[in-house]
């Protein structure tokens, strides 16, 4: 199923306008990205489906949407171990990814995960637009990802 040891997961509903930033981030990278670096996935607000792919990856970096009252496009990295670490405010889908890492968490399934979350001023229904904050965003947020990508690769550490 891998074909890195890394996993880049975008999460958000790609409807709902910037709440979908995980998925528009991830269809992105496919367009720039050379392969080999990471698999990615649009996890969309699938929840505990993606539990398969979370435990086949010793690290996983997400990309998700909050609703933190922070400036619109602010970017955050916070590593959660258990749904409490996760923000308050994260986006309507917020109870499924908590519960997925709780469970993943009391299994001993937990990959080490990275979450970059994206401050949105709000859900827009039946959107598929980012709005000018969250797209002035995607260019920093992708370098951060990648970085963080290329310093999680063994072989390119080593070589």
Not at 16 to 38: C, K, S, W, Y
Not at 138 to 157: D, G
């Amino acid at each position: 199923m891998t074909s890195s040891p890394v996993l880049i997961l975008g999460i958000g509903n790609y409807l709902m306008g910037d709440e979908g930033v995980g998925v528009h981030f991830i269809n992105q990278l496919r367009t720039e990205t050379e392969p080999g670096l990471a698999d990615l996935i649009d996890g969309g607000t699938a929840g505990f489906q993606l539990m398969e792919y979370l435990e086949s990856y010793p690290h996983v970096i997400m990309i998700d949407a909050t609703l933190d009252g922070k400036l619109a496009g602010t970017i955050q990295l916070i590593k959660p171990k258990f749904s409490k670490d996760f923000p308050s405010a994260m986006s309507t889908h917020e109870i499924g990814l908590k519960d997925l890492v709780e469970g993943m968490a009391l299994l001993g399934k937990l990959p080490d995960i990275d979450l970059f979350i994206i401050s949105i001023e709000k859900v827009q229904p039946l959107s598929t637009e980012l709005s000018p904050e969250i797209e002035a965003a995607l260019p920093e947020l992708k370098r951060r990802v990648l970085e963080l990508a290329v310093s999680l690769q063994p072989e390119l550490i080593q070589g």
